[in-house]
């Protein structure tokens, strides 16, 4: 089949596999780029969370302790944990 198409016409079937191969490689790197992406940002907001739980903890502890008062404590981790940035982005 090869040996019936002209040199040009053998020229643009490699050239358009070529292309193909390419998009196909592309295509596999958009989506691990993707994948890498989601990873990181489930891990930040998991970090956040986290961060967010000790902050509680602490405030509890301290209401327990009777070193603050419930109110107090509630309105002091609400703007600590509003206040996190990770990334210079706000949660």
């Keep these: ?39 990181e940002r489930q891990n930040k907001v998991r970090n956040i969370v986290e961060t967010s739980i000790g902050i509680l903890s602490y405030y509890e502890a301290e209401v327990k302790a009777g070193r603050m008062s419930l109110p107090a404590a509630q309105n002091a981790a609400k703007n600590a944990i509003s206040a996190m940035r ?6």
């Design 1 to 39: 089949m090869l040996s019936q198409l002209s040199v040009k016409a053998k020229l643009l079937l490699l050239l358009l596999l070529a292309l193909v191969g390419m998009l196909i490689i592309s295509g596999l790197g958009m989506m691990t780029e993707r994948e890498t992406l989601l990873n």
């Design 86 to 91: 990770y990334d210079g982005n706000a949660l």
